[in-house]
């Protein structure tokens, strides 16, 4: 299974990369404004210069259009994937959405589709060529349904059919989800910065670290 950092800023994409085990990274504007960024217009270099340190550090970087309609996105998704190869251009799941990835998949563009919280919506994504789509699991369970169940849904779908397109498991948690994600097959996990942070550590690994090192600190001495 792919790891994805989902941030936009540059230090936490270099540090996490610099473990050996980073595939890829997923940006939305929300965690733009965040990082006290800006991905309109009049900010677009800003932009485009933080989505180039990332490609330099990991082979794939979801940019996601802020445009809705049809026209917009595309224009957007043509300018995004000429800055790098590395970059994936993310599109929300709307029916315009489906029409930009219909368009970029004839372009050879990459898509990422976004916001996605049905196995219908999978299903069409899909159907348009989408290289990735993106189930919001968090989301769902915050909505009292139930997130991983819909991976497991989507899985069984995928099992069926000759598709392309790999299922990326988005707004993810806690440490769980992760597993779960790994035990259903799910392709991709894109995991926030405080949550990736935890997955190395262990209580039971610290205790038997520091046991090593005091048996080892007695036979120095």
């Given at each position: ?31 733009v404004a965040k990082e006290g960024k800006d991905s309109s ?80 919506q999978a299903l069409l994504a899909a159907k348009a060529g ?33 598709f392309d397109t790999e299922v990326l498991v988005a707004s ?50």
């Amino acid at each position: 299974m792919k790891l994805f950092l989902d941030t936009a800023n540059v230090d936490q994409v270099a540090e996490i990369a610099s473990w050996g085990i980073l595939d890829g990274v997923t940006t939305n504007p929300s965690l733009v404004a965040k990082e006290g960024k800006d991905s309109s217009s009049n900010s677009l270099q800003a932009f485009k210069e933080t989505v180039l340190k990332m490609c330099e550090l990991v082979p794939c970087v979801s940019a996601q259009v802020t445009e809705t309609e049809f026209e917009g996105m595309k224009k957007q998704a043509d300018e995004y994937s000429s800055w790098h190869k590395h970059v994936v251009v993310k599109v929300p799941m709307t029916v315009e959405g489906l029409k930009t990835i219909s368009y970029c998949k004839g372009k050879g563009i990459k898509t990422n589709c976004t916001l996605v919280f049905s196995a219908n919506q999978a299903l069409l994504a899909a159907k348009a060529g989408a290289t990735i789509i993106s189930p919001f699991i968090g989301r769902l369970d915050d909505a009292g349904q139930d997130g991983m169940g819909l991976i497991a849904e989507i899985m069984t779908i995928w099992d069926n059919y000759d598709f392309d397109t790999e299922v990326l498991v988005a707004s993810t948690r806690n440490p769980r989800h992760i597993v779960e994600a790994g035990e259903v097959g799910a392709h991709i996990c894109t995991i926030p910065y405080g949550l990736f942070i935890k997955l190395p550590k262990h209580q039971l690994t610290d205790i038997g670290l520091k046991k090593f090192q005091d048996d080892w600190n007695k036979v120095k001495s």
